[in-house]
């Protein structure tokens, strides 16, 4: 009478498709979770370089106030499922008096985020900088 079942091989075979359809369809999956923060992040950083041209236009300067206070931008966190993942912030080294650069990093889920930081610059242009882990993606893929 012959024995019933699978052998080391077939199985061996079978764990080797599944994992290689893994390995394919894992970076299809963050790459769509990923799309409606990225989303979130270019709306907030349009938002802000909204606000900043009110704030140029009242005080003369992306740097400071007229009391000398600088400027808080009113979006600073995206957040998916309550966790941080885009922290928004105006670029300190890059922004002079007429010029500014706005930041959207990728923190905690989306660190490593392909398209990695979103950048806003003061003429209205858009950049995606690569993160140390990834590299960079153009801008139309990148933003929505």
């Not at 606000?51 to 009113?74: E, H, I, M, T, V």
């Not at 660190?111 to 242009?125: E, F, H, K």
């Amino acid at each position: 009478m012959k024995e019933r079942g699978f052998t080391l091989f077939e199985l061996l075979v079978t764990l080797a498709i599944i994992l290689l359809l893994f390995l394919f369809a894992l970076p299809n999956y963050r790459d769509v979770m990923a799309k409606p923060a990225r989303a979130q992040a270019s709306v907030a950083l349009m938002s802000n370089a909204l606000w900043l041209a009110r704030f140029y236009n009242q005080n003369g300067s992306y740097l400071y106030d007229r009391k000398g206070n600088p400027p808080q931008l009113p979006y600073t966190d995206i957040k998916d499922n309550n966790q941080i993942v885009y922290t928004i912030s105006l670029d300190r080294q890059a922004t002079t008096q007429h010029r500014y650069n706005l930041i959207a990093q990728p923190v905690n889920a989306l660190r490593a985020d392909r398209c990695g930081r979103y950048v806003i610059l003061d003429d209205g242009s858009r950049r995606n900088s690569a993160t140390l882990d990834t590299q960079s993606f153009d801008v139309v893929r990148c933003w929505p």
